[in-house]
């Protein structure tokens, strides 16, 4: 009957009501009952950090978020700092913190304290909708991961269970719009990255998953030639067929050659094409100038892609740049480039056994199952720069509409949150 009831609360009402367990220990159902004692000021935090804006490019209110936590986590006596980035890179920095013990298994907690939502943005504060529900710019994305981080290790704190573990904090102020070159924006996470076991990632989850992979997400520019002339002359030996038709051929050349491949997408997102284009990469727009009496001189063609694994990078990025040089249409010439992003987390076993400690977290809290959610449907997140380390991502609070002025964080969920992260974490560094 027990678990009848369970199902139907999982299925039905939303976030699941805890469900008693012989599997917990004595000292688990203590960190439970100090998290119960938390859950209500652990709300009020959550309320004040959304009502900051910190959107990326609002570096004051990033720093402000990340001093807040900064000076929490102080309290738990966890060591914070916070790492500046150079005036080139044009971003506020990011938030560690960390504790060093000598027992369990190392761990890098991830979380971030941006934004997409600007300071010129019209959704700005945290608006409760009922059911226990809110609309709350950055909720779930991630503001509400962060404060099950806090929340987390704060119990774990108070119960005197992780004095000689080492536990680091990583939470970015650039993770909507990272900073440029990647190599030293996401340094500090790297090097944390190096210093531990597992990696724990707290962007937003969804109810009975968690994420054992993402897929990379980097960018693809084509730049095609060709030769300006009387339209009357297109296909002539001497003018060829023209920029725009030489770019037509490219890509439909990579539709029918290059996808197919599990994970694999590639998306061209932006193209021009005429006598002459411009294109601000940082605006996302551009212009081209062109007359149906003149062949086309130039085209140009902004993408972006994804996938599962570093091999499945490479061997795309092969497959279009032979496409793109070999075949030119007469009169043009044609050159593709590739931009950094974030690298793929691969699906591994090591991964898998995670999850499958972390779904038996979850089981013996009464809160059900986890299964791996599909790497297809997730966007890149920061725990892949440091894929070369076990991890699972999406432990923070369920939410719906992130990116977006209808973003909702599930209020109810940050105590299932809380407390599957403070077992996890517990029991990852006995």
Same mark, same amino acid.
Do not use: C
């Given at each position: 009957?027990?678990?009848?009831?369970?199902?139907?609360?999982?299925?039905?009402?939303?976030?699941?009501?805890?469900?008693?367990?012989?599997?917990?220990?004595?000292?688990? +159902? +203590?960190?439970?009952?100090?998290?119960?004692?938390?859950?209500?000021?652990?709300?009020?935090?959550?309320?004040?950090?959304?009502?900051?804006?910190? @959107?990326?490019?609002?570096?004051?209110?990033?720093?402000?978020?990340?001093?807040?936590?900064?000076?929490?986590?102080? =309290?738990?006596?966890?060591?914070?700092?916070?790492?500046?980035?150079?005036?080139? %890179?044009?971003?506020?920095?990011?938030?560690?913190?960390?504790?060093?013990?000598?027992?369990?298994?190392?761990?890098?907690?991830?979380?971030?304290?941006?934004?997409?939502?600007?300071?010129?943005?019209?959704?700005?504060?945290?608006?409760?909708?009922?059911?226990?529900?809110? +609309?709350?710019?950055?909720?779930?994305?991630?503001?509400?991961?962060?404060?099950?981080?806090?929340?987390?290790?704060?119990?774990?704190?108070?119960?005197?269970?992780?004095?000689?573990?080492?536990?680091?904090?990583?939470?970015?102020?650039?993770?909507?719009? $990272?900073?440029?070159?990647?190599?030293?924006?996401?340094?500090?996470?790297?090097?944390?990255?190096?210093?531990?076991?597992?990696?724990?990632?707290?962007? @937003?989850?969804?109810?009975?998953?968690?994420?054992?992979?993402?897929?990379?997400?980097?960018?693809?520019?084509?730049?095609?030639?060709?030769?300006?002339?009387?339209?009357?002359?297109?296909?002539?030996?001497?003018?060829?067929?023209?920029?725009?038709?030489?770019?037509?051929?490219?890509?439909?050349?990579?539709?029918?050659?290059?996808?197919?491949?599990?994970?694999?997408?590639?998306?061209?997102?932006?193209?021009? @094409?005429? *006598?002459? %284009?411009?294109?601000?990469?940082?605006?996302?727009?551009?212009?081209?100038?062109?007359?149906?009496?003149? %062949?086309?001189? *130039?085209?140009?063609?902004?993408?972006?892609?994804?996938?599962?694994?570093?091999?499945?990078?490479?061997?795309?990025?092969?497959?279009? +740049?032979?496409?793109?040089?070999?075949?030119?249409? $007469?009169? *043009?010439?044609?050159?593709?480039?590739?931009?950094?992003?974030?690298?793929?987390?691969?699906?591994?076993? =090591?991964?898998?056994?995670?999850?499958?400690?972390?779904?038996?977290?979850?089981?013996?809290?009464?809160?059900?199952?986890? =299964?791996?959610?599909? $790497?297809?449907?997730?966007?890149?997140?920061?725990?892949?720069?440091?894929?070369?380390?076990?991890?699972?991502?999406?432990?923070?609070?369920?939410?719906? @509409?992130?990116?977006?002025?209808?973003?909702?964080?599930?209020?109810?969920?940050?105590?299932?949150?809380?407390?599957?992260?403070?077992?996890?974490?517990?029991?990852?560094?006995?």
């Amino acid at each position: 009957m027990k678990v009848l009831t369970t199902l139907f609360m999982l299925l039905f009402l939303g976030t699941p009501i805890l469900v008693s367990s012989q599997a917990l220990s004595s000292q688990e +159902k +203590k960190i439970l009952k100090l998290i119960d004692q938390d859950l209500d000021e652990a709300k009020e935090f959550l309320i004040k950090v959304v009502n900051i804006n910190s @959107g990326t490019m609002n570096h004051k209110g990033v720093r402000k978020v990340g001093q807040l936590f900064g000076d929490a986590f102080n =309290e738990l006596s966890m060591k914070s700092l916070w790492v500046e980035l150079p005036d080139s %890179v044009n971003r506020a920095g990011h938030l560690v913190v960390e504790k060093v013990g000598g027992t369990g298994k190392r761990l890098l907690l991830i979380g971030h304290l941006d934004t997409v939502f600007e300071e010129d943005s019209p959704f700005q504060k945290y608006e409760p909708i009922g059911d226990n529900k809110a +609309k709350a710019p950055g909720g779930q994305d991630m503001k509400g991961g962060d404060v099950v981080i806090l929340y987390a290790l704060k119990a774990l704190h108070a119960a005197g269970v992780i004095n000689d573990a080492t536990i680091t904090v990583v939470m970015t102020g650039d993770e909507e719009k $990272p900073g440029k070159p990647l190599s030293v924006s996401r340094e500090a996470l790297i090097e944390a990255g190096k210093r531990s076991d597992i990696a724990l990632g707290f962007e @937003g989850g969804r109810p009975g998953y968690g994420v054992t992979a993402r897929r990379s997400s980097s960018g693809w520019k084509l730049e095609v030639e060709g030769t300006r002339s009387h339209s009357s002359r297109i296909f002539s030996e001497n003018v060829g067929s023209g920029a725009i038709f030489e770019v037509a051929r490219i890509l439909n050349a990579f539709h029918e050659e290059v996808k197919g491949e599990e994970y694999l997408t590639f998306n061209p997102g932006v193209i021009l @094409g005429g *006598t002459m %284009v411009d294109y601000d990469h940082s605006l996302n727009k551009g212009t081209a100038f062109g007359k149906t009496n003149v %062949v086309s001189q *130039t085209a140009l063609v902004q993408g972006g892609m994804r996938t599962i694994s570093m091999d499945q990078l490479k061997r795309t990025q092969e497959k279009m +740049k032979a496409i793109v040089e070999n075949g030119n249409l $007469p009169g *043009t010439s044609a050159s593709i480039s590739f931009t950094e992003g974030y690298p793929p987390m691969s699906p591994t076993e =090591e991964n898998k056994k995670i999850l499958d400690e972390f779904d038996q977290v979850s089981k013996d809290l009464g809160y059900g199952p986890i =299964e791996a959610f599909d $790497p297809g449907a997730r966007g890149a997140a920061d725990v892949s720069f440091v894929s070369f380390i076990p991890g699972i991502d999406g432990l923070g609070m369920f939410g719906e @509409g992130a990116h977006t002025p209808q973003e909702i964080v599930d209020m109810g969920s940050l105590e299932l949150a809380v407390k599957r992260a403070a077992i996890l974490i517990y029991r990852l560094t006995r």
